[in-house]
């Protein structure tokens, strides 16, 4: 079968956007073809605001997800692949979810790069959202 991620992040980006909140995505920087803005990556991850307000020409495929925008007023093309998707989730209330492996996904420890794997351990395990009030 396919990976579901694809279906889940394009659902839950409708969903969050139809109950008038911003969907974030957590994405793992270190996925090969993952292209973002380097300067805002924390930790091997980047929080990316997806709504229509903050990007321009969002297409979530099958295989992964692009759109351009401004990061300090720099124009930029972002293409993340799916299986880089960690967590799609509304800013306001951290409504969401988490994605985990899928059977038959790679194993995202053989797709970092080199120099990933010299910056020291990665963090294991998923990502922790919280509600900031």
Not at 114 to 132: N, Q, T, Y
Request: proline residues 9%.
């Amino acid at each position: 079968m396919t990976s579901s991620r694809p279906y889940l992040v394009r659902a839950f980006n409708e969903w969050i956007l139809d109950n008038n909140c911003t969907p974030y995505i957590v994405v793992d920087a270190g996925v090969q073809g993952v292209q973002v803005p380097t300067e805002h990556v924390a930790n091997g991850q980047i929080v990316l605001n997806i709504s229509p307000g903050a990007v321009k020409g969002l297409v979530v495929g099958n295989g992964a997800l692009e759109f351009s925008a401004r990061f300090g007023g720099v124009p930029m093309q972002v293409f993340i692949p799916l299986q880089a998707v960690m967590a799609i989730y509304a800013r306001e209330n951290g409504e969401g979810m988490v994605f985990g492996s899928e059977p038959g996904a790679p194993d995202p420890d053989g797709l970092s790069t080199d120099s990933d794997r010299a910056s020291g351990p990665r963090p294991s395990g998923k990502p922790s959202l919280k509600v900031v009030k």
